[in-house]
């Protein structure tokens, strides 16, 4: 308990400083995935099986600003949650200045690679769309703004029963006068109006990415992938003609208080959209009870969870149940 306490009154920097692993600590594996200027591997610290994030040495000082944008966040602001990717720690490597970042290595990837596959399993997209509520709730609790939410930035497990936000390279403190200077930071698919528009924005804006990504999982579909509109004409049309993703259709396993949920979220209003701790509650009594009713945890019990909260248009009104396929 003292230890936490003392956790918890040190500043961001002596945080960051307490967490940082000398190069001997961790080993290093295959080659999981590389950007232009990052490498990712498979490695191992206090033997247990980790990822380990390398920045190139020689990476461009926006690469480098982003790089440690996300140290500082994940290390130096926030605590562990079950939602949010865990990081261990970070380091330089001494032979050649590169630096790294150790984090959970969440074995079954972003859920972009697994779009098809969850779509036709509706109650496995509540239950991932319930983790990344979750997520924006407590960072936004801490204000900040992810402001690069997408499917990419989701990472599952195996099973895709356990969700957990990632990337926080291009995150800000609401209020932070760089969200407006960078406004055009982020996907332009997921992008809030007001961020195309160069607008202070807040964590509303993340609020609307997350009504795309939900979009994109129940769909299927990656977000305006059937109109053949460059990005900047899509961008261009979600201010002016407010053009959203084909949205998805209601049915006995996609109930209308889910679709209505879509659509609070990407509204062209921020005020409009819910926050994501009602989305989270919502979500929790929708699939909440099925997932309790099940053993290993998995949404089975098409009778379980019922509702009593919705995101119709004039709410209050029952949500359909969360059933199985």
């Not at 500043?11 to 594996?29: F, M, N, V």
């Not at 990419?152 to 990632?166: E, G, H, M, Q, T």
């Not at 949920?261 to 099925?290: H, Q, T, Y």
């Not at 309790?292 to 089975?300: K, T, W």
Request: with cysteine; glycine share 6%; hydrophobic share 35%.
């Amino acid at each position: 308990m003292t230890d936490d306490i003392e956790a918890v009154q040190l500043s961001p920097r002596e945080r960051l400083k307490q967490k940082q692993i000398p190069w001997e600590a961790i080993t290093l594996g295959n080659e999981l995935g590389r950007g232009t200027e990052t490498i990712v591997y498979e490695g191992t610290y206090e033997k247990r099986p980790v990822a380990v994030k390398m920045l190139n040495a020689d990476a461009r000082r926006e690469t480098q600003y982003t790089f440690r944008t996300e140290l500082e966040v994940v290390l130096g602001k926030l605590d562990w949650h079950p939602n949010i990717l865990n990081y261990y720690g970070w380091g330089v490597r001494p032979s050649d200045g590169s630096k790294f970042l150790v984090m959970e290595l969440f074995e079954g990837g972003p859920i972009s690679r697994r779009r098809k596959w969850v779509s036709r399993r509706p109650q496995l997209v509540y239950r991932i769309m319930r983790d990344v509520a979750r997520a924006l709730a407590y960072i936004h609790a801490h204000d900040l703004i992810h402001r690069d939410l997408k499917s990419s930035n989701v990472l599952v497990d195996r099973p895709a029963r356990v969700a957990k936000l990632s990337d926080f390279g291009v995150s800000r403190t609401q209020g932070d006068s760089e969200a407006v200077m960078t406004a055009l930071t982020g996907t332009y698919r997921f992008m809030a109006p007001e961020v195309i528009r160069g607008e202070r924005y807040d964590g509303r804006a993340d609020i609307y990415s997350y009504g795309i990504l939900f979009n994109e999982l129940l769909t299927g579909i990656m977000p305006y992938e059937d109109t053949y509109l460059t990005p900047v004409q899509t961008a261009t049309a979600v201010v002016s003609k407010n053009l959203r993703p084909r949205l998805v259709k209601t049915s006995d396993k996609v109930p209308a208080s889910v679709v209505a949920l879509i659509e609070r979220c990407w509204d062209l209003d921020p005020e409009k959209r819910p926050s994501a701790e009602e989305i989270a509650s919502f979500l929790d009594v929708l699939c909440g009870e099925a997932a309790a009713a099940s053993p290993d945890g998995s949404l089975s019990d098409p009778d379980a969870a019922k509702s009593s909260t919705s995101f119709e248009k004039n709410p209050p009104v029952h949500p359909n149940r969360c059933r199985t396929q």
